[in-house]
C-alpha cells in the first residue's frame, strides 16, 4: 500500500488555473485552437500534486496530459451549447472567461477523468475548489454527458451517482440527490438519472438512484420528484392566487420562530 499524502491545496488550486489558461488562454490575443504543445510547467506542477496519492505518478500524469485535447473538444462543445442556451449571452468566449459554470464544469471534467484513473483525493479537492468557487457541487464520480449547460449555477449539487445524458440543461439550486444518507447506501446507486434533452428550472430536488427522468423531458421549478417520469414530460407546480378583499378574506396561518 502507497504511502498518501495530501496535497497542498494552494497547488492543486494553481494547477488546476494552470491547466485552464493552456486549454483556453482567453487573455491572449493570440488564442491558439489547439493544446500548446510546450507542457513541461504543467508536467510539473502535476507531477507535484500527485506525489503520494498513486502508485505511478510519472504514467498518471502522461495520460492526463495526452488526454487534455480531447478533454477541451468536449469543454468547447459545452461552451457551445451554454451560449446557445442562453439569450444573455453575448459571445462564447464570454461564456468560458466568465461563466462559473462553466469553470465548474471544467474542473468536474478534470477532476472525473483523474478519477476514472483511480487517483486518491485530488479529485475531490478539485470539485471542492469548484464549490467554493461557484457554488456548484459536482462529484468528480458523477456521469454527465456532452454537451451540458448550467445556467446561472449557484447552488446546484449533483451526487456521485446520478447519470446525466447529452444536451441537459439545469439551473441555479437544483439538486440531483440520494433518498437515503445512509452509509450503508454507498455502494449501490443512488441518485438519479436525467436523460438527453431535458431541462431542469430553477430549484427543483431530484432524489433516488432509481429515479429516471425521460428523454425531452422538462422540470419546472420547486418540483420534488422522487419517482421515474416517461421520456417528453412536463412537471410542474401550479399555483394559486387567492385576491383578498375587504369583505371576506382569511388571513393565512402565520408561524413566529
Not at 33 to 41: A, I, K, T
Not at 223 to 230: D, G, K, N, P
Request: aromatic share 8%; charged share 15%.
Amino acid at each position: 500500500m502507497i504511502n498518501i499524502t495530501i496535497p497542498n491545496q494552494k497547488a492543486v488550486e494553481s494547477t488546476i488555473l494552470a491547466i485552464f489558461d493552456l486549454l483556453f488562454p482567453v487573455n491572449h490575443p493570440d488564442t491558439n485552437p489547439e493544446v500548446p504543445q510546450d507542457l513541461n510547467d504543467l508536467q510539473q506542477k502535476m507531477l507535484n500534486v500527485l506525489s503520494g496519492l498513486t502508485e505511478d505518478k510519472e504514467a498518471v500524469c502522461r495520460q492526463f496530459l495526452a488526454q487534455l485535447p480531447e478533454i477541451r473538444k468536449v469543454l468547447v462543445k459545452d461552451a457551445d451549447f451554454m451560449f446557445e442556451s442562453d439569450p444573455a449571452a453575448t459571445e462564447v468566449i464570454e461564456v468560458i472567461a466568465i461563466y462559473p459554470g462553466f469553470f465548474a464544469l471544467f474542473c468536474y471534467r478534470i477532476a472525473h477523468f483523474l478519477a476514472g484513473l483511480g487517483v486518491n483525493f485530488l479529485p475531490r479537492m478539485i470539485a471542492e475548489y469548484a464549490h467554493r468557487i461557484s457554488g456548484i457541487d459536482i462529484h468528480p464520480l458523477a456521469s454527465i454527458g456532452s454537451p451540458f449547460s448550467i445556467d446561472h449555477g449557484t447552488g446546484i449539487v449533483i451526487g456521485a451517482t446520478a447519470v446525466i445524458g447529452k444536451h441537459v440543461k439545469i439551473y441555479q439550486g437544483v439538486t440531483l440527490g440520494a433518498l437515503s444518507v445512509e452509509k450503508s447506501t454507498a455502494a449501490i446507486k443512488r441518485h438519479p438519472s436525467i436523460e438527453d434533452h431535458c431541462v431542469l428550472y430553477a430549484g427543483c430536488t431530484i432524489l433516488g438512484g432509481e429515479t429516471v427522468v425521460g428523454r425531452n423531458s422538462v422540470i419546472g421549478g420547486n418540483v420534488w420528484l422522487t419517482s421515474s417520469i416517461a421520456p417528453f414530460s412536463v412537471v410542474y407546480h401550479k399555483s394559486e392566487i387567492l385576491v383578498r378583499n375587504h369583505h371576506n378574506f382569511q388571513e393565512p396561518v402565520n408561524f413566529i420562530i
